[in-house]
């Protein structure tokens, strides 16, 4: 087994190591923007859309500024505005339910899954009322939810199914992407996502081409033509730029996902009958491990442990978002899946360069500091 000596650092993300092989490709980008000046739209943000529609399975996607915009943007969309309500898992990043307060609408928290961490049918329809108008689905570390009976729920209960996907690119359920099962999906390119762009970045995807169109014109002002604005909008373009780099580094996605399964798996049976609880993944899923998730009695020590040991950690989340001071205003009876969750719950480190030995020493350190 590699040992993690003294002086080294086990890094929770390299971005460096992974741009370092593609780094003349990303360069070569950057100099065809340079001599096109297409900063703003253009045939990268073109050809890049297109490519990540086809990724995604779906017949159209709009690229915007950054994840957060894409949410909204759907929500402002479809229509939902104050005095509706949308139901949205506890354990999120706060984007999820920033979206919905930022329309006007109430987010609604429910509990989680205690195995996968993610939001269920059963949680689903313990929420709605005669005011819910969405359900924010979200695919939380890398795995998409379970689909079929969210999607089966949502349809009969007659609301809208918005997929968060802004961890789980190329993730799949049942073989269909993420993204791709409900009204829309929303995902972030984020530099520190599997898909990440140099900077912000975002798209939105979905079969519906009046959506479609209804997003890109609120992303561009409220555009309906260049000197007509239609509606009251927004500026939450794409950049040339980072569609550029996002096309170059869409072309490795698969590889890179592929390799966070090997360092998961690495992880995953080095913590079997321990005190560790992993994550466990749905029969029907292929996740793609954005982030290596695990529960542990005492988090804190942990953490203190392998930071002395050179192991970075982070945790997602310290806080679900119903007990966010800013959303104190929604807070709900207790959920006891996200709170506990919340208390106990790290990120090990899981990038596409980690080496599966150092992936093996990380989670032995684990073990010897429990």
Same mark, same amino acid.
């Given at each position: 087994?590699?040992?993690?000596?003294?002086?080294?650092? =086990? /890094?929770?993300?390299?971005?460096?190591a992974?741009?370092a092989?593609?780094? &003349?490709?990303?360069?070569?980008?950057?100099?065809?923007?340079?001599?096109?000046?297409?900063?703003?739209?253009? +045939?990268?943000?073109?050809?890049? +859309? #297109?490519?990540? /529609? &086809?990724?995604?399975?779906?017949?159209?996607?709009?690229?915007?500024?950054n994840?957060?915009?894409?949410?909204?943007?759907?929500?402002?969309?479809?229509?939902?505005?104050?005095?509706?309500?949308?139901?949205?898992?506890?354990?999120?990043?706060? *984007?999820?339910?920033?979206?919905?307060? @930022?329309?006007?609408?109430?987010?609604? $928290?429910?509990?989680?899954d205690?195995?996968?961490?993610?939001?269920?049918?059963?949680?689903?329809?313990?929420?709605?009322? *005669?005011?819910?108008?969405? =359900?924010?689905?979200?695919?939380?570390?890398?795995? =998409?939810?379970?689909?079929?009976r969210?999607?089966?729920?949502? +349809?009969a209960?007659n609301?809208?199914?918005?997929?968060?996907?802004?961890?789980a690119?190329?993730?799949t359920?049942?073989?269909?992407?993420?993204g791709?099962?409900?009204?829309?999906?929303?995902?972030s $390119?984020?530099?520190?996502?599997?898909?990440?762009a140099?900077? &912000?970045?975002?798209?939105?995807?979905?079969?519906?081409? =009046?959506?479609?169109?209804?997003? @890109?014109?609120?992303?561009?002002?409220?555009?309906g033509?260049?000197?007509?604005?239609?509606?009251?909008? @927004?500026?939450?373009?794409?950049?040339?730029?980072?569609?550029?780099m996002?096309?170059? #580094?869409?072309r490795?996605?698969?590889?890179?996902?592929?390799?966070?399964? /090997?360092?998961?798996?690495?992880? !995953?049976?080095?913590?079997?009958?321990? @005190?560790?609880k992993?994550?466990?993944?749905?029969e029907?899923?292929?996740?793609?491990? %954005?982030? +290596?998730?695990?529960?542990?009695?005492?988090? &804190?020590?942990l953490?203190?442990?392998?930071?002395e040991?050179?192991?970075?950690?982070?945790?997602?989340?310290?806080h679900?978002?119903?007990?966010?001071?800013g959303?104190?205003r929604?807070?709900?009876d !207790?959920?006891?899946?996200?709170?506990?969750?919340?208390? %106990?719950?790290?990120?090990l480190?899981?990038?596409?360069?980690?080496?599966?030995?150092?992936?093996?020493?990380?989670?032995?350190?684990?073990?010897?500091?429990?």
């Amino acid at each position: 087994m590699t040992i993690i000596s003294p002086t080294e650092t =086990v /890094a929770f993300l390299d971005l460096a190591a992974m741009h370092a092989p593609i780094r &003349d490709q990303l360069t070569q980008a950057w100099n065809n923007a340079l001599t096109s000046s297409a900063f703003v739209g253009g +045939e990268a943000v073109d050809a890049f +859309e #297109k490519q990540w /529609a &086809d990724y995604c399975g779906t017949a159209h996607c709009v690229g915007v500024a950054n994840g957060t915009d894409s949410l909204e943007l759907i929500l402002t969309a479809l229509d939902i505005r104050p005095g509706d309500e949308v139901i949205v898992p506890a354990n999120t990043f706060v *984007a999820t339910a920033e979206a919905v307060v @930022r329309v006007g609408a109430t987010p609604v $928290f429910v509990d989680v899954d205690p195995d996968t961490l993610l939001i269920t049918p059963e949680y689903l329809w313990s929420a709605i009322s *005669a005011r819910t108008k969405a =359900v924010m689905v979200v695919h939380l570390y890398g795995q =998409v939810a379970e689909m079929d009976r969210i999607v089966a729920a949502a +349809e009969a209960a007659n609301i809208h199914v918005i997929e968060d996907a802004a961890q789980a690119h190329g993730a799949t359920f049942n073989g269909t992407k993420a993204g791709a099962f409900g009204v829309a999906g929303s995902f972030s $390119f984020y530099p520190g996502k599997n898909l990440g762009a140099l900077g &912000d970045a975002g798209a939105v995807v979905t079969d519906d081409p =009046v959506l479609a169109e209804q997003i @890109r014109s609120l992303a561009n002002h409220g555009r309906g033509s260049h000197l007509l604005h239609t509606a009251v909008g @927004r500026n939450s373009r794409l950049d040339g730029l980072q569609a550029a780099m996002l096309g170059i #580094k869409l072309r490795h996605l698969d590889e890179w996902n592929r390799h966070r399964r /090997a360092v998961h798996r690495v992880y !995953r049976d080095a913590f079997v009958g321990s @005190r560790v609880k992993t994550l466990a993944t749905l029969e029907a899923g292929e996740p793609v491990h %954005h982030l +290596e998730v695990i529960r542990v009695p005492d988090r &804190d020590r942990l953490i203190a442990g392998l930071s002395e040991r050179g192991v970075e950690t982070g945790i997602h989340y310290a806080h679900p978002c119903h007990k966010q001071p800013g959303f104190s205003r929604f807070d709900r009876d !207790r959920l006891p899946v996200a709170e506990t969750a919340a208390d %106990h719950q790290l990120s090990l480190p899981m990038h596409p360069t980690l080496e599966l030995q150092r992936a093996e020493a990380v989670a032995q350190l684990v073990l010897e500091l429990l």
